[in-house]
């Protein structure tokens, strides 16, 4: 018996998402809205009193690090593996999942937040916002939250988070010009990491990634779209966040033609 | 054919000694002082992950041609690699929390200890070299976050901002780990595993950086883990690979705190 606790199909909560459907174990889903702070809500802090997501439960086991949670999926549950057997290619599978998740993903998301958790939270009552952040178990959380909520990222901050991310896009390029995944031949855990991260690149960064420029990452992107596991997950997002997804089908080759199949 | 370049046995460097030792597997040492930028000289080997690795400086292994860096995960390539010992726990959620413990050590605990020892040890030193020259030498390390942390270090002001902060940053993960070390004898559970060398390497230094913080008094589970680890011959072993005679002082910037806060 599975049961995910997850938002969106994007960033942390993806990553579980794609590993389980990639595997095809099924797995009882707990949508929570992180935007209207259901993590931090005492029915989910019972199952994770970090109060971040996601968590996975598996029988008596609970799980609340989305990159270990993944190579735990991979090696706990039968379907095809997601990690190369060869020990040089699994380092670098975890090395560019850290890069992935200490170095890409914080200068992104902190743009991210700025730009559309942050507005879209303002929405709602500043008294009300303030008590929930106040909730929030974790310091270094509750931070993020304070800056992303009031707008407290400084320039200087911000300045720093695009050169990083400018910077790690052309690493990536550079790395996806030499090997089709990210640990050589075959897709792995380091594809689905880099997938969650990076989906929208495309959108959010339509000057830094595209065909002309990152034309690997575009590729890969793309790839990894088409496959079933990432449509089946995808199609479970309700925002248009998650819908932003649909920018990666590829445009059709030629002109539609009329009528039936030959 | 293997090769482990790294410095005095302690922090990052100590990991892969230590792991090597467990496993009884001889390498060819190739010692080097990261405080004289050694290993960013052009023979140096290194490779793109090598450079960018997010514990800025530490040891390189060098496995049949492969450069392998990163610590944690060089752990994780030495236990998948080589026979002896299995450092690996065999069961999922055992493996589930090493590398979790692995995540913390490097992204939480990490940092702030290489801080610490940074402000204690290496701040001193890089004072009463030549100034300029000093900053010459800085000025042409690459990528820019490695330069940025010997940078800072130069710059370091005499007061303690920066080690109240550090100290503030142990504590929520030195709380996890006494209480984890408090329900079972290993950082994973009843196997020992590279977790344990991982956060060993991380943490001796500790009750002479932060007594107030980990001691006999405030965490007695991760003294008597500190213990238990001092007693295998594997520790004793890499320890006197030691040519200072004071492995505990040596210390080089190490993962950069989280930027959001």
Known sequence: MVTLYHWEPNANSGKPMLTLAEKGVGYESHYLDLLKFDQHQPEYLRINPDGTIPALVHGDRVLTESTPMMEYIDEAFPGPPLRPTDPRARWQMRWWM?????????????IGWSVFIGPAARQRDPAELRAAVERIPLESRRIAWRKALFNEFSEEELTESRRRVVFATGVLEA?????????GEAYSLGDINGFNLGYALPLSQPERCNDQKTPHIMEWLRKIYERPATRATWAKGRTQMAARVGMLERAAAGPKRDGGDA | MLELYHWEPNIFFLKPMLALAEKGIEYTGHYFDPTNFEQFRPDFPANRESRLQLEREGPVLVHDGAIIASSFFMLEYIAETFPGPTLLPTEP????????WGQIVALSLGGAVAALGCERYLVPALRSRPAAQLRAQ?????????????AALVAASDDDTAARAARSRLALPVQRLEAALGGSPWLAGTQYSIADIDAFAMLNALPTLAPTIVGQRSTPHISAFLERMHARPAVRAAMALSRTGRPAEAFVPGPEASRWG
């Not at chain 1, 998740?101 to 902190?110: C, E, K, N, Q, V």
């Not at chain 1, 790395?175 to 640990?183: E, G, R, V």
């Open chain 1, 98 to 110: 850290r890069f992935f998740d200490a170095y890409f993903a914080p200068s992104l998301s902190m």
């Open chain 1, 175 to 183: 790395h996806l010009s030499q090997h089709p995944y990210i640990c």
């Open chain 2, 93 to 100: 959620y055992e493996r589930y929390r090493m590398h979790s």
């Open chain 2, 138 to 150: 800085i000025a042409t390390i690459e990528p820019l976050e490695r330069r940025s942390a010997w």
